[in-house]
């Protein structure tokens, strides 16, 4: 029974997550994208060249940082639009 409860909250988890992700979809994007740029950095490692591994880890941290602060910023102002710029059904309250 105990795994019944544990499948039911996983369960509801994931609808969470869906339902997140519906609300302010530039999180999965960010999150995504920060993935996807820490793979191309660890892919990229090997051909680095003479710069030190720092140097090329600071480089990709912050490639991944401003890919997820423009997500987010780019949420927020989808948010506001949505807010207060879009137009309105009448009988929606």
Known sequence: MCADRRW?????Q????????KESPFVP????????????GLYK???????KMSIHLI????RAQGFV???MTLGVI??????Y????????K
């Open 8 to 12: 039911s909250a996983d369960e509801e």
């Open 14 to 21: 994931s609808s969470k997550l869906m339902r997140k992700a």
């Open 29 to 40: 994007v960010g999150m995504a994208g920060f993935l996807g740029v820490v793979a191309y």
């Open 45 to 51: 490692l090997k051909a680095r060249g003479d710069t």
């Open 59 to 62: 480089h990709m941290r912050v």
């Open 69 to 71: 602060v423009g997500a």
């Open 78 to 83: 989808y948010s506001m639009y949505k807010e």
């Open 85 to 92: 710029l879009a137009p309105r059904d009448p009988e929606e």
